[in-house]
């Protein structure tokens, strides 16, 4: 009986012993595939020659090796064979061992640089030669192992702004090189009923509960809370149209109270050193040394002026008869949006980026005496058409020259520079976030259900975007609209439009 079961008690062992060493090899690959995706992971950057990049710090760094194979194939655990890859800029395909895919899901294939968010590997195929299972039958076959992996980023140091976006039904990859320059009438959510494109909210970063809490990330140099996740967010509701005053601190406006949120003075929430804008100085400057409060009545603040620019058409300027009698103006809408309180453009809260650009010029009599020719429009902007951003910088530049302060007919005064001390607006010159420029989230508001607080919300593109105008209560507005201009994509993503904008933490992490 015993001569009978030795055969068994063989089998079994063997089963044992060779199982386990498949188990073993297994892990080494696995391990092997994890290590070679995560490497590859840190090149997805979106920029040319990502892919190859990624292909060949999965190959090249790719170092473990296997001490139970035993195919005569060497110790260590490669992709592709060991060798490396020389492929262009958006080689992402026909790599053995490597696949880039846009999603988790692996539902698309990436096939350029710009569309690869996560790189899958495949190891080679290794074989144990079996010591006893062969004798039973138990095991055969080789060895493989893959692994997915992305590049997991964060957004931090800028206000948690997200707006849903306007053109979902037509462009819900909302292609932003089609909006460059154009204006976008944003209008607050209440933070309770389902949100809808063009409206705008705010993002959760764990900086507190309340009107205050949200009013610190909207108007400080230096935002409470955490980092926001480039891909997955978490809305945050609340009717917090007040807390737009803070947004209103970056053209050197400051309502009452806004202290609470801004500490004393203007140190905490400094305006732009270009505070350009459609809104006036009644009274002696000298007594707003911390910044005046925005007044629809008596008393000194800034103000709407008596004659402020109201375009009769949405497609044709003011003639020089009709802009001669304005107040110096800020930078205006788009002239579909500034038309009416809704505005007349054909996409609605998209404007089409055709503002009335010799009213302005005309009106500001101090910075532009003359009317601007179309060389200088091309000397200064490189474009006849600059956008209101491109105007921004450019004054800003030449502030000696061209930032000036003037009088109007009714007593008030326009500041292009923060008043009167013009000390303390921060640079736009790039070395630090401009405070005219926000970088917000773009979100599919209805294919996301988005509705009050909504947590892991893809967010579709990260734009930059110029303040155009504080929110203000006006003729044609309410204080609940926000208007910018659509500057580009943030460097975050790959469009580079304001570099000093964000601050971006990338973290590689497995997805399987």
Not at 40 to 68: P, V, W, Y
Not at 82 to 87: C, E, I, N, P, Q
């Amino acid at each position: 009986m015993y001569a009978l079961s030795l055969f068994a008690l063989v089998g079994i062992a063997g089963v044992a012993f060779d199982y386990s060493r498949v188990a073993g090899m297994d892990s080494e690959l696995q391990n092997g595939a994890d290590e070679a995706a995560l490497a590859g992971a840190t090149q997805l950057d979106h920029k040319d020659g990502a892919c190859a990049r990624a292909a060949n710090a999965a190959i090249g760094l790719l170092s473990n090796s296997t001490l139970l194979a035993n195919d005569n194939g060497g110790l260590a655990v490669k992709i592709n064979g060991g060798s490396a890859v020389a492929l262009g800029n958006d080689g992402c395909t026909g790599i053995s061992g490597v696949t880039f895919y846009q999603d988790k899901d692996k539902t698309t294939v990436a096939t350029t640089d710009e569309d690869a968010r996560f790189i899958e590997v495949a190891v080679d195929d290794r074989i144990a030669n079996y010591a006893f299972t062969p004798i039973v039958g138990a095991f055969f076959g080789d060895i493989e192992a893959k692994a997915l992996a992305g590049l997991g980023s964060s957004v931090c140091k800028v206000p948690p702004v997200m707006i849903c976006n306007p053109a979902e039904s037509t462009d819900p990859d909302f292609t932003v090189a089609n909006y460059i320059g154009d204006g976008l009438r944003l209008v607050a959510n209440d933070g309770g009923s389902n949100y809808a494109p063009g409206d705008f909210g705010y993002l959760d970063t764990d900086a507190g509960n309340g009107a205050q809490a949200t009013s610190q990330t909207l108007g400080r140099v230096s935002p409470p809370g955490d980092c926001i996740a480039a891909d997955g967010v978490t809305t945050k509701p609340g009717v917090q149209v007040s807390v737009l005053d803070a947004l209103n601190t970056r053209f050197d406006i400051y309502a009452n109270g806004i202290n609470n949120a801004c500490g004393n003075g203007k140190s905490l929430c400094p305006p732009s050193a270009n505070t350009r804008k459609d809104v006036l100085l009644s009274g002696n400057g000298n007594s707003c040394s911390n910044g005046c409060a925005f007044q629809t009545g008596g008393g000194n603040g800034w103000k709407i002026p008596a004659n402020p620019y109201l375009p009769g058409s949405a497609t044709t300027g003011l003639t020089a008869a009709q802009y001669s009698t304005l107040s110096p103006m800020g930078y205006p809408r788009d002239m579909c949006h500034a038309v009416s309180d809704l505005g007349s453009c054909t996409n609605g809260r998209i404007g089409d980026g055709n503002w009335d650009r010799t009213a302005y010029f005309g009106t500001n009599k101090l910075d532009y005496p003359t009317l601007p020719t179309s060389q200088n429009l091309l000397d200064w902007f490189g474009t006849t058409t600059p956008t209101r951003y491109q105007v921004y910088k450019w004054e800003a530049a030449n502030a000696s020259t061209r930032l000036k302060s003037e009088a109007d007919s009714g007593g008030m005064t326009a500041y292009s520079q923060p008043a009167p001390d013009t000390s303390v607006g921060v640079p736009v010159d790039g070395t630090a976030p401009d405070r005219r420029v926000l970088s917000v989230a773009v979100i599919n508001c209805n294919a996301e259900g988005v509705k009050g607080r909504t947590v892991d919300v893809n967010v579709t593109r990260w734009i930059d975007v110029f303040l155009v105008e504080p929110s203000l209560p006006r003729a044609r507005t309410e204080n609940s609209d926000v208007y910018v201009e659509i500057i580009g994509q943030t460097s975050l993503a790959g469009g580079g439009s304001t570099a000093a904008q964000t601050i971006r933490r990338d973290v590689p992490y497995l997805v399987q």
